[in-house]
């Protein structure tokens, strides 16, 4: 059979690439806890209507982005999940998870769109996201920035800038809508293609066109702004003051809009100029509407999704660590069959105490040659290698041997290598990783 690839659009992540997802996964897990947020698992797959109501029917995804199939053994109508809240809000819903009081709840996983594959666009990509659930003050708005924030700080990451705006209430939308739709009907023959189709269904996205033609109409369109009312406003002033109190710098563009349906009041996104036309690296903002939209009982919500390959892109850019780093900390070697068998018993004592062991592996029993195995030893990146070889076995010892060269733990040894007793072996390799580590 001739070779497969993948599925056009979705990546695989090589070993290569490991240290730069561990660090982002790393570091979204520890800033979410350290404001209390607390993990959300919920499958990939789900009904369809979750997200056709949840999203709304003509949203861009719904509309032409969503992998939907019908389940051959039973009929029903699934589709792999194009963003995460619709899900995250099932689940609440579900499992009433908001009984005694709101919830601070994050998630990062795979998310499927069928769109165009270019740079920093995929088929499959993953989110990291947070959902702040019964909470209606603009402080929990601020504090959804305000992690978006210590992630890059934690990151390094500093070219990332923040928009604001503000999109009101439905019944305020409501109005703004009926004044863009006079708006726009009146200059229908400037209008392409997107945009004629958007003016019944989601004239507010028409705002949202990148197509330079359509500029300066758009920007002498009816404003939002001039419809939202004056709570709207205090709650929007309200996110402001504790973003300046917190020293978070942002710009207001008023034509921001978010592509799903469910946003009230603060809608925001992170955006970068390092990345191309894929800029936007984390969108999100309130929608207080969705939980009684979806069937349960009010409650307002705030969160964001953000892309995580996007920003593993800005990481890869900017790292000047060496990310390929070694990661194990002894490589055993061994010489004989007999040898091999008490190697892999060694080996299995020092992992018991916490080290990453990486034990050579022979064919057939054999044992390649000393010369190779140290020189896969050092190609390990391991700070030390284990030999065991017919002398070590009839001593009940292991030689120890410092890997590198300008390692300065050779000096704590008594030597670049020194032989040990099996039984005092985990207990030596302990203290020189550690002196190792110190240095
Ligand atoms: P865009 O305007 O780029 O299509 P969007 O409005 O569809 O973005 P959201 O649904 O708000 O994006 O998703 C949140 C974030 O997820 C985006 O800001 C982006 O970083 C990331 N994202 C969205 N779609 C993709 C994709 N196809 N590939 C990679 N990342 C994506
Ligand atoms: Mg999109």
Known sequence: MAPLSGVKGMNDMLPADAPLWERFESAVKNVAQAYGYRQIRTPILEHTRLFTRGIGEVTDIVEKEMYSFTDRLN???????????????????????????????????????????????????????VEAMGFAGPDVDAEVILIGQRLWDDLGLSNIRLELNTIGQPAERALHREALIAYFSQHEALLDADAKRRLQTNPLRILDTKNPAMQDLV?????????????????????????????IAFTINPRLVRGLDYYNLTVFEWITDALGAQGTVCGGGRYDPLMAQMGGKPAPACGFGMGAERVIELLREQSTEDVDASSCDVYVVHQSAPAARVAMRV???????????????????????????????????????????????????????ALRAD?????????????????????????????????
């Open 75 to 129: 009929g029903e109508e699934l589709t792999l999940r194009p963003e995460n809240t619709a899900s995250v809000v099932r689940a609440v819903i579900e499992h009433n998870l908001l009984y005694d009081g709101p919830k601070r709840l994050w998630y990062f996983g795979p998310m499927f769109r069928h769109e165009r594959p270019q740079r920093g666009r995929l088929r499959q990509f993953h989110q990291f996201g």
């Open 347 to 401: 080996a299995e004592g020092l992992r018991t105490v916490g080290m990453d062991v990486i034990l050579h592996s022979t064919a057939d029993g054999q044992s390649a040659s000393f010369k190779s195995q140290m020189k896969k030893a050092d190609a390990s990146g391991a700070s030390f290698a284990v030999i065991i070889g017919e002398d070590e076995l009839l001593a009940n010892q292991a030689t120890v041997k």
């Open 219 to 247: 920007n002498a369109a009816p404003k939002l702004i001039d419809y939202v009312g004056a709570e709207s406003l205090a709650h929007f002033d309200g996110v402001q003051t504790l973003l300046r109190e917190t020293g």
């Open 407 to 439: 390692d300065s733990t050779a000096g704590s040894i008594g030597g670049t290598q020194q032989r040990v007793d099996f039984d005092k072996l985990a207990e030596y390799l302990i203290d020189a990783l550690v002196s190792d580590a110190s240095l």
